[in-house]
């Protein structure tokens, strides 16, 4: 390297290479020089890797890895039990293998620092891949996150981000308070560009009016010479200033090989801008730094508002997360003691006073409130809570202090899950959305072939006109509002529906909602409560109802049976009786000794058994209930059992019937309770005794002749029918692993959504094929006319504009949701 020659940039990093001290090196057998060793030792690594491809791919230098590898010892902290429970999630062991060995993985959300581009992307989804243990690893170019899983068996997180570290990039765990911080600074860098695009605008306008109108001629060429310099002095700040993150995008997406929407963007920009100063210098043509000006602002603020649309979004996710206070009251042997909410654990044992938010998942130990669950369930009646009754993490306290129990960690909160699925489900892409994306790569490879043309054609005809008319076009047909069309409606009615309680977690399901033609219910759990109840009571002469209720009360007290919890929840005190000898006989009863007296509560023939009474009958008021009571000398009473059916359960059946949809129920259930079930409620078609394969079977039967099945379902037994489902619906209130399967999760188990849910995933559609028409409409008839020489440049700048706002407001009326 001479000493003469001119700084040469680092091959790496960019800066430039010491004179003195440069470092010498190869890459693919040709010499390259570096700025440090650092920057050696990191092209090495990616080279080394496999993944050279990286420096084809990049659309600007990486950042200089200044002390990297003396630093990494840093991470280590993070591979401890404590700090892993803290900012990762364990996940459930993988059953569908073998091997009894196999651990539970772990997953976690980092923040990386750093990222430039869609190299950047592909860099670091490889580096972590390649890592012996790391399962998965995908980042977000949008947001910059990384969500990776790993087994700690195989691999340290430590590790991990000693690798994101040795090409350049700093990770570290995601925390939802600093995303607001990201907001504010994307907004200002966007308020900064539309306002320098906003003043040039009106600038260039003004000094271009009167040369629109003729005056330059009136005025001399001394002085429209002025007017053009004055635009150029204006407009430059508009094109390297507002219009840079067009460029950057535009050369990104020609290096990958993928033309999007920004090419013919730079392209009008660029050309617009570039032949405007060619004709200032020489003093020969026209000039367009108006028009230049003037799309570049309409173009910002048709991004600014859609920008200001995303950040809505993502403030309502986040919403979630900011409502929970920072620390909870946690009680040490009746002694409070402020604790931060990440180290409350099960069993803990939290104060909550009136007016405060719960800060965990849990049980209430102590006390009766009302607490305000409109935050995770829509429901914005508060709802009464006593003992034994589950709190959610985000729901207030506006009554009564009470004390809970905790029963999940705040990283497994069902306010934690919500958050989890929104995100997912922001990360997918339905297929209509993927057609869209398609359609205008190949549009913006159909608009460049077409500009081509459009230009030769006036070159040959009329060559002054040639470049304005062809800068037209290039303005006129850029896609934006093509691309615009879908993931702004999915957007707004995915929120929509999350706050009346609908949690879409699937990337099919508005497309599925929305050509419904037979919905199918399971019967427990989902039409009903769940939950038995005493329906009706009859005694003999010798017992009040109040005496027979708490005497099945205190023989039920510690079997953990439906039953049984149908008589505990009984509002009885029983001070004054004592049951011994208690016994529970599994499928029969519950027998013991209450005042030297021998009961059985139960079954008939079970309970028939401790008669001693040969002449004693059952009493004809006894026939036809679920249980019954008796002591040594007979029968003392029955109880009828029902399990509660939902409210509005009828009237949404109604109102899915009246939308012309099928609706049926299944139940695994060998009695006449779903017969009578349905009759209630005003269903007709019941199928009743079938086994969870038996319901996979009717799915798929139905699924041949052309039915589009929604599935509702509440438990474990329904997992298999709800994944086999066009679109599956489980209650907020169901096991795990039916809502795991679900494509939708119901959290206010108010099954008056789902309707709303399916008329609005109808509404979603006809608003996409509207966008998705007036885009294709719009560019169909600007093309002609800017090909033709019928539109200026300035008024194919609007129509673009106005073409992409008419998408976002239309996609905005999917906010509200009428019932």
């Known amino acids: 390297?001479?000493?003469?020659?001119?700084?040469?940039?680092?091959?790496?990093?960019?800066?430039?290479?010491?004179k003195r001290y440069p470092v010498a090196g190869k890459i693919q057998n040709d010499d390259v020089w570096y700025c440090c060793i650092g920057c050696k030792a990191v092209a090495e690594t990616i080279q080394q890797s496999g993944f050279g491809q990286y420096y084809q791919l990049r659309d600007s230098r990486a950042d200089k890895p200044a002390e990297l590898f003396a630093d990494t010892e840093r991470y280590i902290g993070f591979d401890q039990i404590e700090v892993l429970d803290e900012v990762s999630?364990?996940?459930?062991?993988?059953?569908?293998?073998?091997?009894?060995?196999?651990?539970?993985?772990?997953?976690?959300?980092?923040?990386?620092?750093?990222?430039?581009?869609?190299?950047?992307?592909?860099?670091?989804?490889?580096?972590?891949?390649?890592?012996?243990?790391?399962?998965?690893?995908?980042?977000?170019?949008?947001?910059?996150?990384?969500?990776?899983?790993?087994?700690?068996?195989?691999?340290?997180?430590?590790?991990?981000?000693?690798a994101l570290q040795s090409i350049g990039y700093t990770g570290h765990p995601f925390q939802p308070h600093a995303e607001e911080a990201i907001f504010k600074r994307e907004q200002k860098q966007a308020i900064l560009r539309l306002g320098i695009a906003a003043i040039g605008m009106a600038q260039a306008m003004m000094y271009a009016i009167p040369l629109y109108f003729g005056a330059g001629e009136e005025i001399g060429d001394e002085y429209r010479n002025i007017l053009r310099w004055a635009s150029l002095v204006i407009t430059t700040p508009v094109v390297f200033i507002s219009a840079w993150p067009f460029f950057t995008s535009a050369l990104r997406d020609i290096q990958s090989l993928r033309p999007g929407m920004d090419v013919p963007v730079s392209l009008a920009v660029g050309g617009g801008y570039i032949a405007s100063v060619w004709a200032t210098i020489t003093y020969q043509g026209e000039v367009y730094f108006d028009s230049v000006s003037m799309f570049t602002f309409f173009l910002l603020l048709s991004r600014y508002i859609e920008m200001r649309a995303r950040h809505s979004s993502g403030r309502s996710e986040q919403s979630l997360h900011r409502i929970l206070p920072d620390f909870a009251l946690k009680l040490v042997d009746d002694t409070v003691v402020e604790t931060p909410i990440k180290s409350l654990h099960p069993g803990d044992r939290v104060l909550i006073k009136?007016?405060?938010?719960?800060?965990?998942?849990?049980?209430?130990?102590?006390?009766?409130?009302?607490?305000?669950?409109?935050?995770?369930?829509?429901?914005?009646?508060?709802?009464?809570?006593?003992?034994?009754?589950?709190?959610?993490?985000?729901?207030?306290?506006?009554?009564?202090?009470?004390?809970?129990?905790?029963?999940?960690?705040?990283?497994?909160?069902?306010?934690?899950?919500?958050?989890?699925?929104?995100?997912?489900?922001?990360h997918q892409k339905p297929k209509i959305a993927q057609q869209a994306d398609k359609v205008a790569g190949y549009f913006v490879s159909a608009v460049l072939l077409i500009s081509v043309l459009v230009y030769s054609y006036w070159r040959i005809y009329q060559p002054e006109?040639?470049?304005?008319?062809t800068l037209s076009v290039l303005v006129v047909t850029c896609p934006c509002a093509l691309s615009l069309a879908t993931p702004t409606a999915i957007t707004a009615a995915v929120h929509a529906l999350r706050k009346i309680g609908f949690l879409i977690t699937g990337k099919q399901t508005l497309p599925g909602l929305a050509a419904?033609?037979?919905?199918?219910?399971?019967?427990?759990?989902?039409?009903?409560?769940g939950e038995l109840r005493i329906d009706s009571t009859k005694t003999t002469p010798a017992y009040t109802e109040a005496q027979v209720l708490e005497l099945a009360k205190i023989l039920e007290e510690d079997s953990e049976h439906p039953i049984a919890r149908a008589f505990k929840k009984l509002p009885i005190e029983t001070p004054q009786l004592n049951c011994t000898q208690r016994r529970q006989r599994t499928?029969?009863?519950?027998?013991?000794?209450?005042?030297?007296?021998?009961?059985?509560?139960?079954?008939?023939?079970?309970?028939?058994?401790?008669?001693?009474?040969?002449?004693?009958?059952?009493?004809?008021?006894?026939?036809?209930?679920?249980?019954?009571?008796?002591?040594?000398?007979?029968?003392?009473?029955?109880?009828?059992?029902?399990?509660?059916?939902?409210?509005?359960?009828?009237?949404?059946?109604?109102?899915?019937?009246?939308?012309?949809?099928?609706?049926?129920?299944?139940?695994?259930?060998?009695?006449?309770?779903?017969?009578?079930?349905?009759?209630?409620?005003?269903i007709s078609t019941v199928f009743s005794s079938m086994l969870?394969?038996?319901?996979?079977?009717?799915?798929?039967?139905?699924?041949?002749?052309g039915k589009q099945l929604v599935m509702v379902g509440d438990g474990i037994n329904d997992a298999p029918v709800l994944s086999a489902s066009d679109v599956s619906i489980a209650m907020g209130s169901g096991t795990d692993l039916a809502k795991t399967h679900a494509d939708a999760v119901l959290l206010t188990n108010d099954l008056s959504v789902i309707p709303m849910a399916i008329q609005h995933a109808k509404k979603t559609q006809r608003i996409i094929w509207q966008n998705i028409s007036w885009a294709i409409l719009y560019n169909l008839t600007a093309l002609p006319l800017a090909a033709s020489g019928s539109l200026e440049p300035y008024m194919a700048a609007i129509g673009m504009s106005a073409s992409s706002l008419i998408v976002v407001a239309n996609a905005y009326r999917l906010t509200r949701i009428h019932s």
């Open 465 to 469: 006109s040639a470049f304005w008319i």
């Open 692 to 705: 969870p394969e038996q319901k996979v079977e009717f799915v798929t039967a139905q699924q041949k002749l």
């Open 1 to 18: 390297m001479s000493k003469q020659s001119a700084p040469i940039p680092c091959f790496h990093c960019g800066l430039p290479v010491p």
């Open 354 to 426: 009136s007016g405060e938010i719960v800060p965990v998942d849990g049980e209430i130990e102590s006390g009766i409130s009302q607490l305000n669950e409109a935050t995770m369930t829509g429901e914005f009646y508060p709802i009464s809570k006593q003992p034994g009754d589950t709190v959610l993490a985000g729901t207030g306290n506006i009554e009564n202090p009470i004390k809970i129990l905790v029963t999940k960690t705040i990283n497994e909160s069902r306010l934690n899950l919500i958050e989890n699925l929104l995100e997912q489900v922001q």
């Open 89 to 162: 999630t364990l996940l459930a062991p993988d059953n569908t293998t073998s091997d009894s060995q196999t651990s539970a993985s772990r997953e976690i959300l980092l923040s990386i620092e750093g990222i430039h581009c869609a190299a950047c992307v592909w860099l670091i989804e490889r580096q972590v891949s390649q890592i012996p243990g790391v399962q998965t690893a995908t980042v977000n170019l949008s947001n910059h996150r990384a969500r990776i899983q790993w087994d700690p068996a195989e691999a340290k997180l430590s590790s991990i981000l000693a």
């Open 516 to 529: 419904t033609t037979d919905l199918v219910f399971d019967k427990t759990g989902t039409l009903t409560v």
């Open 587 to 682: 499928g029969l009863g519950v027998e013991g000794i209450i005042g030297q007296k021998p009961y059985r509560i139960g079954q008939q023939s079970f309970v028939a058994e401790i008669i001693q009474n040969s002449d004693s009958e059952l009493p004809a008021s006894f026939t036809g209930s679920s249980i019954f009571l008796a002591d040594g000398s007979g029968y003392i009473a029955s109880f009828k059992l029902n399990d509660q059916i939902r409210d509005h359960t009828k009237e949404t059946i109604d109102q899915l019937k009246n939308s012309g949809l099928q609706v049926s129920l299944i139940s695994g259930d060998s009695s006449d309770a779903p017969q009578a079930t349905a009759t209630q409620i005003g």
